[in-house]
């Protein structure tokens, strides 16, 4: 089992719809991130929340340490969204930091 | 403002042959880097990452090798490339203090191994 889980692997939404990606992990961590790899393959880090919740625009991230758990959301989705979306921990300890992936969900949003 | 460079940015190479991809980060001093790899279908895994010149810890036994010659320069290399090398390579980079939670990634190699 993965340490780092995330569902569904594969979505596909019409324009306008409300987006939701899941991500569960079972390792104790410093922080969660939330990123965004577009086709090129190139990466942009959305969030990094390590409680509650963070919104910027039409993202909305939110994490429950007690649970272990995190969503991103996506309102009124547009194809401009579509990319794959990388739920990563920071786990404790050492000199640096280590993140630890899920295999990310390939979102398509279609017109 | 930081900035984080790697190429080239695409590599066809066959089996057997060197490799040597290149990461340089400007705008910072002392960061920590990183380098991961995405094969095919897979989610991204650490390789290898360094908190200062020569300093480099490997998380996983491969045919790969990083080096660190300069403070803001991370060298990824193979003698001898195999077919199990194919993917796309990540650097990224993170404060040494402070932030260190947050990571930086660089534009990536792909690199494909015939």
């Known amino acids: 089992k993965n340490e780092v889980e995330q569902s569904p692997q594969n979505l596909t939404a019409q324009e306008g719809e409300f987006i939701t990606i899941n991500c569960s992990y079972s390792?104790?961590?410093?922080?969660l991130h939330w990123l965004q790899q577009h086709p090129g393959g190139g990466i942009v880090s959305l969030f990094m929340?390590?409680?509650g919740k963070k919104k910027h625009g039409r993202l909305i991230a939110t994490i429950n340490i007690q649970e272990k758990h995190s969503s991103l959301h996506i309102t009124a989705s547009h194809p401009r969204d579509s990319a794959v979306y990388i739920c990563a921990v920071s786990t404790y300890g050492g000199a640096t930091n280590k993140l630890i992936f899920g295999t990310g969900t390939l979102l398509a949003v279609q017109p | 403002s930081q900035t984080i460079h790697q190429w080239p940015a695409t590599l066809v190479q066959p089996v057997g042959s060197p490799l040597s991809l290149e990461c340089t980060v400007e705008g910072t001093s002392n960061p920590n880097l990183y380098w991961y790899r995405q094969a095919a279908g897979r989610g991204l895994q650490l390789l290898f990452y360094?908190?200062?010149?020569?300093?480099i810890s490997s998380e996983v036994p491969q045919n790969l090798s990083a080096s660190r010659p300069q403070d803001r320069q991370f060298i990824l290399s193979s003698k001898k490339l195999l077919l199990s090398d194919s993917g796309f390579y990540l650097c990224?980079?993170?404060?040494?203090?402070?932030?260190?939670?947050?990571?930086?990634f660089g534009p990536g190699t792909r690199l494909t191994v015939l």
């Open positions: 990224a980079w993170s404060y040494d203090s402070g932030r260190r939670n947050e990571q930086f």
């Open positions: 929340l390590s409680s």
């Open positions: 390792v104790g961590i410093s922080a």
């Open positions: 360094s908190v200062g010149i020569g300093q």
